[in-house]
């Protein structure tokens, strides 16, 4: 079982940035994809980005590109979302969430384990 614990919300004006740290319980996230999701309210689960296991590969959606930065380091079983040039419609609950396998899923379906969420709020 894998257990993911995100850290790193908080409030931040516009044009600011946050780091967003997932870490793992897993003994390894080895072999693991790991995805960042954010869900505002009365939305559904957004796909933000995802990473190989390898790190060698990434995803991102439209709205985040050249915004933010998915990245991890294996050997501390933790992810990073580097969020810079925040706007008020980032404002959302961040998910952290990994599955098995290669593909970089923008389904939240595809994905088998999630942490409990850290809030993120942009004022303007």
């Known amino acids: 079982q894998v257990q993911l614990v995100e850290s790193g919300g908080g409030l931040v004006q516009a044009g600011g940035s946050l780091r967003l740290s997932c870490v793992g319980s897993a003994r390894t996230l080895s072999g693991y994809a790991m995805g960042w999701f954010r869900q505002a309210p009365r939305k559904g689960r957004e796909f933000v980005a995802a990473i190989r296991w390898s790190g060698s590969s990434t995803r991102y959606a439209d709205s985040v590109k050249g915004r933010f930065t998915i990245s991890r380091d294996n050997a501390q079983n933790t992810v990073y979302l580097q969020m810079n040039s925040l706007k008020p419609e980032d404002t959302a609950v961040y998910y952290c969430?990994?599955?098995?396998?290669?593909?970089?899923?923008?389904?939240?379906?595809?994905?088998?384990?999630w942490g409990q969420g850290t809030q993120v709020t942009v004022s303007s």
């Open positions: 969430a990994a599955r098995s396998g290669y593909a970089l899923l923008p389904e939240a379906n595809g994905y088998d384990h």
